[in-house]
Structures are given as C-alpha cells and as structure tokens.
Nanobody, 123 residues
Framework: QVQLVESGGGLVQAGGSLRLSCAAS????????MGWLRQAPGKEREFVAA????????RYADSVKSRFTISRDNAKNTVYLQMDALKPEDTAVYYC????????????????WGQGTQVTVSS
C-alpha cells in the first residue's frame, strides 16, 4: 500500500502560481511512477502530468504544457506540480496518483490515489 497526501492548493488570481506537493509513504517511492490528475465540477477526472520513477521522463496534457512542471524528489518521497500562468479553467480538485509501473497518461492505470487538494483560479 502507498499512502498519498496532497497539499498546496488554494485560491489564486488568474496569471498567478501555485505549487502542489504530494507526500508518499508506505512503500519504496522510487518504485512508482507518479501522476497528477484533476477533476472540475461536473466533469470527468483528467490527466494533467506524469513523471517516471527516476524522474527522467515527464508527460503533460496539451492544456497545461509549458505552464505546469512536474518533478519529484525520491529522497523526500515527494512529487511536485509547479503551476504557473494559471487560468480560471484550471480550477479543479487536483489528485496525486501512483502507479507500480512505467508512467501513464490514463487515469484507470493508477493504483493509488490521494484525497485531493482544491485549486481555485479567479478571473
């Protein structure tokens, strides 16, 4: 089992920045590819970004490419999502997820999930 706890969400104005963190515990963190996904009200959960077990490979949704950066610190068992140039359409609950395999862009391929953190971007 892997336990994931997100933090860093909040209210920010359009154009602003936030940094989300996800602390993992329970198993060897470096064995897991990590992802960030989000769910806006009335919408399905969608992929945002993913990072490989070593951190050498990353993938992004087209909607956040060049604005968001995913990174990880395996010594601290933590994955981050730096979000810049935020837009109102980025408003959602952001979830951290872990996968005991290579990174994935597909929400159904993640094995463990955090409880989510709310990000609200005002116009």
């Amino acid at each position: 089992q892997v336990q994931l706890v997100e933090s860093g969400g909040g209210l920010v104005q359009a154009g602003g920045s936030l940094r989300l963190s996800c602390a993992a515990s329970g198993r060897t963190f470096s064995n897991y590819a990590m992802g960030w996904l989000r769910q806006a009200p009335g919408k399905e959960r969608e992929f945002v970004a993913a990072i490989s077990r070593s951190g050498s490979s990353t993938r992004y949704a087209d909607s956040v490419k060049s604005r968001f950066t995913i990174s990880r610190d395996n010594a601290k068992n933590t994955v981050y999502l730096q979000m810049d140039a935020l837009k109102p359409e980025d408003t959602a609950v952001y979830y951290c997820a872990a996968r005991d395999s290579v990174l994935s862009l597909h929400k159904y391929e993640y094995d463990y999930w955090g409880q989510g953190t709310q990000v609200t971007v005002s116009s």
